[in-house]
């Protein structure tokens, strides 16, 4: 598996963001407009939103097989191109680390947000965004081979059914 290094280039101010991805730069160009389009906040999620995904341009910068190397080139790229915030979109210095959760902050967010619904509104934006995407091949057969084999309890094959039987108006 090999990961590129990317940056992605604001056409007018000259403004970059530099990340790592495995799933290759066009992928994640998606995800990163699809974020933005969903309203997920971030220096890059928000000039995406403010400016439109075609006053962007993406380049790819260097490919490597190993993650330690990409996440140091990303560092590197971050700090010679000027990407950190305000020079740039990176909020961050690079690299994969990030932050660890807790399992005590992960059970805070989990209790936080018991109960809560999306809006209709948000709901369908989420839609919309989805709707008509073009999923990897390989993406589904590795999905489907998690499944295979999977064995479902009962209450979960009775609820399958249950729903099925819904949706075909069978019952209510």
């Not at 403004?15 to 991805?21: H, N, Q, R, W």
């Not at 080139?73 to 994969?96: A, K, Q, T, W």
């Not at 109960?115 to 057969?141: N, V």
Request: charged content about 30%.
């Amino acid at each position: 598996m090999s990961w590129d290094i990317y940056v992605i280039t604001h056409i007018a101010t000259g403004m970059k963001y530099v990340g790592i991805s495995r799933v290759g730069m066009g992928r994640r160009w998606q995800g990163h407009a699809s974020r933005a389009r969903i309203g997920v906040p971030g220096l890059l999620y928000d000039a995406i939103r403010a400016f439109g995904e075609e006053a962007f341009t993406l380049q790819k910068l260097r490919t490597t097989i190993c993650r330690e190397k990409a996440e140091m080139l990303e560092r590197r790229y971050i700090v010679d191109l000027n990407c950190i915030y305000p020079g740039g979109f990176n909020s961050r210095e690079g690299g994969l680390g990030g932050f660890t959760i807790t399992e005590t902050t992960r059970k805070k967010l989990r209790d936080s947000h018991l109960g809560q619904h999306q809006s209709q509104e948000t709901r369908s934006r989420r839609g919309d965004a989805l709707r008509g995407r073009k999923r990897d091949p390989d993406m589904i057969e590795r999905s489907a081979a998690k499944r295979r084999g999977a064995k479902r309890s009962m209450e979960f094959r009775e609820a399958c059914r249950l729903r099925a039987l819904r949706q075909h108006g069978r019952i209510q």
